[in-house]
Nanobody, 116 residues
Framework: QVQLVESGGGLVQPGGSLRLSCAAS????????MSWYRQAPGKERELVAG????????TYADDVKGRFTISRDNDKNTVYLQMNSLKFEDTAVYYC?????????WGQGTQVTVSS
């Protein structure tokens, strides 16, 4: 079964940190382009961070550069998003994505709420 399961979201104060995890099953992450998206209320889903193609090169949205880091552990078949210096505007549902052949595989999403 091809599946992505996100975890690690929650409520955090501004300036805090969270690490999101995306556990993949049914496929090997290093054979697929992996990325993180988010969708805030009233906004379109946007790319937050991703590996470019199947490489280790990465890309980030401008507003998260220097604060977020995407990484992966191939042995654990898991992708991570380390989020530091969180801001109110980072509040969103965060989704893991895998490009799998002609399809995009999405996780169920994990809620990140930044609030004081």
């Amino acid at each position: 079964q091809v599946q992505l399961v996100e975890s690690g979201g929650g409520l955090v104060q501004p300036g805090g940190s969270l690490r999101l995890s995306c556990a993949a099953s049914g496929f090997t992450i290093n054979r697929n382009a992996m990325s993180w998206y988010r969708q805030a209320p009233g906004k379109e889903r946007e790319l937050v961070a991703g590996f470019i193609g199947l490489s280790l090169l990465t890309t980030y949205a401008d507003d998260v550069k220097g604060r977020f880091t995407i990484s992966r552990d191939n042995d654990k078949n898991t992708v991570y998003l380390q989020m530091n210096s969180l801001k109110f505007e980072d509040t969103a549902v965060y989704y893991c994505n895998a490009k799998w052949g002609s399809f995009n595989i999405w996780g169920q999403g994990t809620q990140v709420t930044v609030s004081s």
